[in-house]
């Protein structure tokens, strides 16, 4: 069997460095092509040592330099985050994995779709913000989205071979975080924020975890990954990550997907599509478990999931702003610039601010570029004021 290269484009994320222990697992039929990242020298240095990528990409160039200088001729280096682009197009790749934080990547998740590629989507904040664009330039040019969320994942696993019109409602499992029980704290410090109960994961998903907002930026994946109406998506709060998502039919069968919190799980899945293969993952010991538990999530101390909803309802450009207003306020809370209670206030005030606008019917990437450029704009003008700077 031909190897299938692949390339990891935020590997020296949490996403990105469980990608490369399944890809090293799954060397038999993977071929690590390219890895990407942004300014972690030094990991990307031991990552290209390890596991003999033939391009490496840092998108800052300073941090680019010291990589060249360390590692040498032995690999094509490559500086700025354009340079994704040409790397997604590359004809030795048949897989990218997205792992990159934010929305930088989306030009290459782009690339790769309109070459016909599979793209293995972890980064929530391009399908939350391009989702037209992206399901569009996928069905144009047959490329293929594999989610890797591990609640997307389990989606995509419960409604295989399923008809749409079958579908009555489709239940995401959130974690609740580190406060879902007696909501957040006053003042939450950094460190109580990122103390996420069952998942490691990078900071800015742990801070969106924390707020629920996660969960909100997953039901719009959910609806512009499987075409489903914003009122068929439903979340429910279950504190041991065992359960991912279910699916509910119109005869009134539920569908689940369970295994252990570990995202070398859906890595996996996608890597290896159709097929299963054996994994990394310990298998689940149902009689360890014993018991599982499932709670209506409370939106009135969580506001941001109830956010999410009203920008899905809104349409348009409302998502794109709803997690560029998040990004914003979510790098101002880990700057130390606004307490973790403002975090949903600034977006509610952002979303608020674009819903005055005229709402555009047809969107296109630069009507959305910029909106995500207004809204961040915005927001940061918003925290600014509360910071005083
Ligand atoms: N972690 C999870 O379990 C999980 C689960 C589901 C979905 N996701 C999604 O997956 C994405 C990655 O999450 P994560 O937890 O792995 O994040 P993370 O640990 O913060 O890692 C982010 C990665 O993106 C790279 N990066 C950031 N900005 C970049 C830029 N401008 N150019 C090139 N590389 C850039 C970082 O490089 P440096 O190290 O050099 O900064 C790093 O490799 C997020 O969108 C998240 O929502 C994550």
């Given at each position: 069997m031909k190897k299938r290269g692949v390339a990891v484009f935020g590997s020296t994320g949490s996403i990105g460095r469980s990608a490369l222990e399944v890809i090293n697992h799954l060397q038999h039929e993977v071929q690590l092509v390219a890895i990407a990242a942004q300014q972690s020298v030094n990991q990307i240095c031991a990552q290209?040592?390890?596991?003999?990528?033939?391009?490496?990409?840092?998108?800052?160039?300073?941090?680019?330099?010291?990589?060249?200088?360390?590692?040498?001729?032995?690999?094509?280096?490559?500086?700025g985050i354009d340079a994704l682009v040409p790397i997604a197009a590359d004809p030795k790749i048949d897989i990218v994995i997205m792992a990159i934080s934010g929305t930088a990547g989306?030009?290459?998740?782009?690339?790769?779709?309109?070459?016909?590629?599979?793209?293995?989507?972890?980064?929530?904040?391009?399908?939350?913000?391009?989702?037209?664009?992206?399901?569009?330039?996928?069905?144009?040019?047959?490329?293929?989205?594999?989610?890797?969320?591990?609640?997307?994942?389990?989606?995509?696993?419960?409604?295989a071979g399923q008809e749409i019109k079958s579908i009555r409602r489709?239940?995401?499992?959130?974690?609740?975080?580190p406060f879902w029980q007696n909501g957040p704290p006053k003042n939450a410090t950094i460190d109580s924020v990122l103390k996420h109960p069952t998942w490691k994961m990078g900071k800015k998903i742990t801070?969106?975890?924390?707020?629920?907002?996660?969960?909100?930026?997953?039901?719009?994946?959910t609806v512009k990954l499987f075409g489903i109406p914003p009122d068929k998506v439903a979340t429910v709060i279950h504190p041991e990550s065992?359960?991912?998502?279910?699916?509910?039919f119109v005869d009134g069968s539920i569908l689940a997907q369970l295994s252990r919190p570990d995202m070398r799980?859906?890595?996996?899945?996608?890597?290896?599509?159709?097929?299963?293969?054996?994994?990394?993952?310990?298998?689940?010991?149902?009689?360890?478990?014993?018991?599982?538990?499932?709670?209506?999530?409370?939106?009135?101390?969580?506001?941001?999931?109830?956010?999410?909803?009203?920008?899905?309802?809104?349409g348009a450009t409302a998502p794109c702003v709803l997690n560029a207003a998040n990004q914003?306020?979510?790098?101002?809370?880990?700057?130390?610039k606004i307490a973790f209670e403002l975090i949903p206030d600034i977006i509610e005030k952002t979303l608020k601010e674009h819903m005055k606008k005229k709402k555009r019917a047809r969107l296109s990437l630069s009507i959305l570029q910029q909106a995500e450029r207004r809204a961040t704009d915005y927001a940061l003008k918003l925290i600014n004021l509360v910071s005083g700077e």
């Open positions: 290209a040592s390890r596991y003999q990528p033939e391009t490496i990409i840092v998108s800052d160039p300073e941090a680019a330099q010291k990589v060249k200088d360390r590692l040498g001729r032995k690999y094509q280096v490559l500086a989306l030009n290459a998740t782009l690339t790769a779709l309109s070459s016909g590629k599979t793209v293995a989507l972890a980064t929530k904040e391009i399908l939350v913000s391009y989702g037209e664009i992206v399901a569009r330039t996928a069905r144009r040019f047959q490329g293929k989205i594999l989610p890797i969320d591990s609640e997307l994942a389990a989606l995509h696993q419960c409604l489709l239940i995401l499992t959130a974690s609740g975080g801070v969106d975890s924390a707020t629920l907002m996660n969960k909100g930026l997953e039901v719009i994946e065992v359960v991912h998502a279910l699916a509910e799980l859906p890595i996996q899945y996608c890597l290896t599509y159709p097929r299963r293969v054996p994994s990394l993952v310990a298998p689940l010991n149902l009689t360890e478990i014993k018991s599982l538990h499932f709670f209506p999530p409370d939106t009135r101390r969580f506001p941001c999931l109830q956010l999410a909803y009203e920008a899905l309802r809104y914003v306020a979510v790098k101002a809370f880990l700057n130390r």
